[in-house]
């Protein structure tokens, strides 16, 4: 100790990570979880640092390291910007670990919220929809039965439970719907979509087609089974991704 060195066992300095660190870690699990999709830009500088409430150039430092583990590439030009590459590197592991694993018991919490609301939604829909609000409703379906590419199944999906929620005609409960998505999807409103998995696809569609027809019939205690139900699937695509890191033997 008297020539500087610490003792076996001896608590060393704190290291508290930066706010850079802490956005580069949850920009690398919202594209695990499928936030964001390989192939898609990621929201500007101006507009994720309005999502995470930090600097741009906190913003610019975080994507820089993303681009640093191969997530993402940077391209010039009028469509320039940051682009996903790939969902997952060695380094997204321990991101996931260190972004979801503390937030997980509040994160069970909101999943239990979320589907009650949505359950909530489904059956006012099923009491309040209008022609127009089962044109836009099919329309989303017929979308996301006819989608070629998962981000054609996102958007789509976005549409399909968007339009229930108009339905039920409340703006209080819309906010409501759209704040739950943004704190599940870690500050990004945009649906967490896993990725490419043929089964939870039509598990997926059968239930958007059977709570459709259960608004369209003006069964709102069914439609609100079918919706509670339904987005569990979103706390499955999360828990698989932590189960992933938690096993991934890359990265510390």
Known sequence: MLDGDRPPGALGPVRVPSVATEVADRLMTAIAIGDYLPGERLPGERELAALLDVSRATIREAIGRLQAVGIVEIRRGRTGGAYVRTSWTEATAPAVRRVLAPRWPELEQLFD????????????????????????????????????????????????????????????????????????????????????????????????????????????????????????????????????????????
């Open 113 to 252: 919220l979320r589907g009650l609301v949505e359950g909530m939604a489904a059956r006012a829909a099923a009491q309040r929809r209008t022609d127009e609000h089962l044109d836009a409703m099919g329309r989303a379906l017929d979308a996301y039965a006819g989608a070629a590419t998962l981000a054609e199944e996102q958007t789509a999906d976005g549409a399909f439970h968007a339009a229930v929620v108009a339905a039920a005609g409340n703006p209080q409960l819309d906010a409501l719907s759209r704040d739950l998505l943004t704190r599940v999807s870690l500050g990004f409103p945009v649906e967490p979509y896993g990725e490419d998995d043929p089964q939870a696809y039509r598990q997926a569609l059968g239930e958007h087609r059977a709570m459709y027809e259960a608004i369209r019939d003006g069964d709102a205690e069914r439609a609100g089974s079918i919706a509670e139900r339904h987005f569990t699937l979103t706390a499955d695509v999360m828990r698989a991704m932590l189960e992933r890191s938690l096993s991934d033997p890359r990265g510390t």
